[in-house]
């Protein structure tokens, strides 16, 4: 491994995935049971309200992913060391598989709820449509770029601008659209009976671990890969 | 004169006294957001609405800009100019500044004929999406100036600033729009205003990592 270039170079992979593989089946399955089998129904919109339990964590860990992503390439910014470009497109790259999801998640629930499956007037919708463009953008951007310092400089700037944009962009939905999404977190707290709220956090946990997990298995996958690339380069 | 004021205004001169001699860039602008326009009239059905029509106006703009951003480093491209003004003993922010300030000057340009021509095809403006273009136009510059020199480093130059361009200034056509038709513009406005000054210090903060080799 001595041959790493300091692309590749980072703490150990070996414990990460498996332990947190083990955590996100543990938690998931439990909070998803707390969910279906502990926690009240909703007294509106009845079985489809569960949804909620697998949409929101969803959608919060890509929030996570992108912010984690964005954090590094400040880190690389900040410090230079090129370590931090993988990390970051590695977080990156999980928060638009999260990001999907949650698209995915919330046309079905949009579809149950309303009886469309897209709704301009679902504000989180719009925003993980629109961070969805620009964050398959960030990988235009990549493939498209010479592989070197200009290409991770580039990249970072970019996923700063993406955590500038969430807040940004959550504004702009905010006053352009209507209010048809339920409020479930208002600005006095968690509007949740404790049960729901528990099971609630369960599910987050589970799947933020989840994400943790994919994190580092990529990270390791994207690491050999360039260090395989490298290897090649050196015998050419 | 600060010495970073004098080298923002040797830049923003140097971008204006070319495009006044090879005039490549703003004839262009200027017959595409007329043509655009144009096309706008034939792609709303009759009886379309005004609000309609301020909506399409915004789409004009948008594109119309990226017209311009899209040249806005070709010249220092071709010629190699870059690498020169990044070793020139000045802030690189400043490189940004004096092509941000020349390329609201093509916008504002552009729309000196896009907006009496829309008023003249269309409706008459408001004094609120006069406004509104003047607060959009600074945002678009900033942002936009920063994503065309990251665009330049790239192989699909041409192909890949409207992919990074256009999702970022999705917040600019919400709260343009919104300034335009809504019954009380202000807040859209204010938020216009706060999207500029946001961006622009984070364009102005990240110019340098993305010029430096």
Redesign the interface.
């Known amino acids: 491994m001595w041959l790493l270039s300091e692309h590749s170079r980072g703490p150990s992979l070996r414990f990460g995935p498996p332990l947190l593989a083990a955590a996100a089946t543990g938690l998931l399955v439990v909070g998803f049971g707390l969910a279906f089998y502990w926690a009240p129904e909703d007294a509106d919109q009845g079985f489809s309200q569960k949804i909620f339990y697998l949409h929101v964590p969803i959608a919060l860990t890509a929030y996570a992913c992108f912010g984690w992503g964005a954090w590094k390439a400040l880190r690389l910014?900040w410090t230079g060391e090129r370590r931090y470009d993988l990390e970051s497109y590695t977080a990156i790259h999980m928060g638009v598989i999260f990001g999907l999801l949650t698209l995915i998640t919330g046309s079905i629930w949009a579809k149950v709820s309303w009886g469309v499956w897209w709704s301009w007037g679902e504000r989180q919708l719009v925003l993980f449509l629109?961070?969805f463009?620009?964050y398959s953008?960030y990988f235009?951007?990549r493939f498209?770029?010479?592989p070197g310092?200009?290409?991770e400089?580039?990249s970072?700037?970019?996923a700063?601008?993406g955590v500038?944009?969430i807040p940004?962009?959550f504004?702009?939905?905010r006053?352009?659209g209507t209010i048809l999404h339920p409020t479930i977190f208002t600005h006095e707290g968690a509007d949740l009976p404790g049960e729901m709220l528990a099971a609630f956090c369960v599910c987050l946990a589970g799947m933020l671990s989840l994400a943790g997990a994919l994190y580092l298995v990529e990270l390791s996958g994207k690491r050999i890969d360039a260090s395989l690339r490298e290897l090649k380069e050196l015998l050419a | 004169m600060s010495a970073y004021a004098a080298d923002v205004a040797a830049l923003a001169r140097k971008d204006l006294l070319l495009e006044f001699r090879s005039r490549d860039t703003l004839p262009a602008m200027l017959l595409f957001v007329v043509s655009a326009l144009t096309v706008f009239h034939f792609a709303l059905p009759g009886g379309s609405s005004e609000r309609a029509e301020t909506g399409l106006l915004w789409i004009a703009i948008v594109f119309t800009a990226l017209l311009g951003l899209a040249r806005a480093f070709a010249a220092e491209r071709e010629q190699g100019v870059l690498d020169g003004l990044v070793l020139a003993p000045s802030d690189r922010s400043a490189i940004w500044l004096g092509k941000t300030i020349g390329v609201t000057v093509f916008l504002v340009l552009a729309e000196l004929v896009a907006l009496p021509a829309f008023a003249l095809f269309f409706h008459p403006l408001s004094w609120e999406l006069v406004a509104a273009v003047a607060l959009a136009d600074l945002g678009i510059a900033a942002i936009g100036t920063l994503l065309a020199a990251m665009a330049a480093a790239s192989r699909a130059r041409e192909l890949l600033l409207p992919l990074l361009f256009l999702p970022l200034v999705i917040p600019v056509v919400i709260g343009g729009v919104g300034a335009s038709v809504a019954a009380e513009p202000g807040s859209f406005l204010a938020f216009l205003g706060l999207y500029d000054a946001v961006f622009a210090i984070l364009c102005w903060a990240s110019f340098e990592y993305v010029v430096t080799e």
């Open positions: 910014l629109i961070l463009l620009f953008s235009m951007l498209s770029t010479e310092p200009r290409r400089r580039n970072a700037v970019y700063l601008f500038v944009l940004v962009s504004l702009a939905v006053i352009a």
